[in-house]
């Protein structure tokens, strides 16, 4: 039986975009997990990267030569359109193909994706086990009379390791790291803390159960990484891999014990690298050279809102350990949050002038659907989102949140994102955003041309001015 896994992520930079940058190269490993479980069972599976292709017309050319029995695709809130546009491609093609959703969005909204009629199953969850039982009832002609079907919790060390080769594609290493070859890994599913901007989205994919992979899984996959790619540096996709002191500690071990030095990238908490700044500094020693903190905010009102159970001070004193330890840090912080004032914002850019990360990561508070703050947006109003599309970062969509005065924003968040910037990088941001990003012709040309100095700057400025 013949699967075609779809990955929809165009929404911000369309058909024709694999390898640039960040954006355009990352591998899903949703995908990757549900592929490699289908191949050992023997299905023959493929994939449709839309940022390889020109658009639907290829799209549909591909699913007629393929005539696959089963088209499975994954989505995020943001790449909703794109998503639901391939499954309508699909059943044009032939109604006979069995549609599959799952990801984020469909495990978040499964009755938003089971009213539509192009979809025939929803999987509600993790997608190893219950992806696989539908593959075999459908092989047997057997098809589930429920629509939305739930997820089976994996056990994740029985799990075999990520796909890769389903993306053909490069992963390009993060901004805290220049060092090519450059690989992604996720060492465990959900997070223990409840943000108000995040959760409980985790837990309706993952279950309320946090779970990792033992030491010894993740260190197989690097030593396969290693021999396969020669990895200079991967990043940890966790959502907060320092959550659990202990298991990094094991793992450092581990690693420097099978002679890895490669450079490495990690997300953390400004409370977690307070409390143990001997950890990080262990960290550092093996390899860590950045680390994505979730400042969020400089006012300790905002902070509580959000359920961040972080401190202001708490916040800059992780900056200096890991300024002091030699660590860059990526900042991420967010502007427009409901209820947030004008000089509450101005806290936190403030804090941010004085945190000074080496990477910038402003974003314009985007209500994302399975969390707290969406729910609580929709009960007071306060959601100006027009279209699944509207979720994206783009700053110069400014229907977020109503009441926000995102001209205010744009100014202040220009005063640190242009900082240390010469007038030429300043002006060349300005271009990309005002022309480059609005003409798909002018973005044609420079991925013809230009393709690797330009398009690298072109993702690090995406970045250094999105907002989430
Ligand atoms: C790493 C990460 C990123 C990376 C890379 C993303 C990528 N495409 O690989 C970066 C930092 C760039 C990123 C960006 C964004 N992210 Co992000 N990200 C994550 C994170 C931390 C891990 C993703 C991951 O690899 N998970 C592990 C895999 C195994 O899980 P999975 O993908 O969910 O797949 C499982 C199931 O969902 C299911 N499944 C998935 N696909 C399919 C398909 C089928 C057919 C089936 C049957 C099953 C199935 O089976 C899989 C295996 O069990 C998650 C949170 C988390 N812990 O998962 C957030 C998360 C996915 N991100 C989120 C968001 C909001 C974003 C952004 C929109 C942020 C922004 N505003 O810029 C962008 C969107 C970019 C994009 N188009 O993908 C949200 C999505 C919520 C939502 N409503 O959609 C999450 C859930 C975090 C959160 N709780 O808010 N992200």
């Known amino acids: 039986m013949k699967i075609i896994l779809v990955y929809p992520g165009i929404t911000s930079?369309?058909?024709?975009?694999?390898?640039?940058?960040?954006e355009g190269s990352w591998i899903n490993h949703g995908l990757c997990s549900i592929s490699a479980c289908a191949k050992l069972k023997g299905y023959e599976v493929k994939l449709v990267d839309l940022r390889k292709i020109s658009g639907w017309k290829e799209f549909k050319k591909i699913i007629r030569k393929e005539n696959p029995h089963v088209v499975g695709v994954t989505m995020v809130s943001v790449d909703y359109d794109p998503a639901i546009k391939s499954l309508s491609c699909v059943k044009e093609v032939s109604k006979n193909i069995i549609t599959v959703v799952g990801g984020p969005h469909p495990s978040i909204?499964?009755?938003?994706?089971?009213k539509n009629d192009n979809i025939d199953y929803v999987v509600k969850g993790e997608g190893e086990?219950?992806?696989?039982?539908?593959?075999?009832?459908?092989?047997?002609?057997?098809?589930?009379?429920?629509k939305i079907i739930l997820g089976k919790p994996a056990e994740l060390d029985n799990l075999p390791f990520s796909d890769r080769d389903l993306f053909e594609v490069e992963e390009q290493p993060w901004w805290l790291t220049d060092k090519k070859p450059f690989v992604t890994i996720i060492a465990g599913r959900g997070c223990i803390y409840n943000c108000s901007f995040?959760?409980?989205?985790?837990?309706?994919?993952?279950?309320?159960?946090?779970?990792?992979?033992?030491?010894?899984?993740?260190?197989?996959?690097?030593?396969?990484?290693?021999d396969k790619y020669k990895f200079k540096s991967f990043m940890f996709h966790d959502d907060?891999?320092?959550?659990?002191?202990?298991?990094?500690?094991?793992?450092?071990?581990k690693y420097k014990e099978e002679g890895f030095n490669q450079e490495f990238i990690c997300q953390g908490r400004a409370d977690i690298i307070c409390k143990r700044p001997d950890l990080?500094?262990?960290?550092?020693?093996?390899?860590?050279?950045?680390?994505?903190?979730?400042?969020e905010s400089g006012n300790q009102r905002v902070l509580d809102f959000l359920h961040k159970r972080t401190t202001v001070e708490q916040n800059l004193m992780a900056a200096e350990?890991?300024?002091?330890?030699?660590?860059?840090?990526?900042?991420?912080?967010?502007?427009?949050?409901?209820?947030?004032?004008?000089?509450?914002?101005?806290?936190?850019?403030?804090?941010?002038?004085?945190?000074?990360?080496?990477?910038?990561?402003c974003s314009f508070y985007t209500p994302s659907p399975g969390s707290e703050l969406f729910n609580y947006c929709i009960e007071k109003n306060l959601l100006d989102i027009k279209s699944h599309n509207d979720y994206r970062r783009d700053p110069y969509r400014r229907n977020k949140i109503k009441g926000i005065d995102y001209n205010f924003l744009l100014?202040?968040?220009?005063?640190?994102?242009?900082q240390g910037l010469s007038r030429t990088k300043i002006l060349l941001n300005k271009i990309i955003y005002y022309v480059v990003r609005k003409n798909k012709f002018t973005l044609w040309i420079i991925k013809k041309f230009f393709k690797i100095k330009l398009i690298r700057e072109l993702g690090h400025l995406i970045v250094r001015k999105s907002s989430s």
């Not at 409980?200 to 396969?224: C, D, H, Q, T, W």
């Not at 050279?289 to 979730?294: A, D, S």
């Not at 991420?332 to 990561?361: A, F």
Request: glycine share 8%; net charge neutral; aromatic share 6%.
């Open 280 to 295: 990080i500094s262990k960290m550092k020693q093996a390899g860590l050279v950045g680390i994505i903190i979730g400042f």
């Open 13 to 22: 930079l369309g058909f024709n975009s694999l390898g640039i940058g960040a």
């Open 129 to 146: 086990i219950s992806f696989l039982e539908l593959l075999d009832s459908i092989e047997n002609n057997v098809f589930p009379k429920e």
């Open 321 to 361: 350990i890991c300024h002091n330890l030699g660590i860059k840090i990526q900042g991420n912080y967010m502007l427009g949050i409901p209820t947030e004032t004008k000089e509450e914002m101005m806290d936190t850019i403030n804090m941010m002038k004085k945190i000074k990360p080496e990477v910038q990561g």
């Open 198 to 226: 995040c959760q409980p989205a985790e837990r309706m994919i993952f279950g309320r159960r946090v779970r990792r992979r033992s030491v010894k899984n993740v260190i197989e996959e690097l030593k396969l990484l290693r």
């Open 411 to 418: 100014k202040i968040s220009d005063e640190i994102n242009n």
């Open 240 to 253: 907060c891999l320092i959550e659990n002191p202990t298991w990094v500690e094991e793992f450092l071990i």
């Open 109 to 114: 909204m499964p009755e938003e994706c089971a």
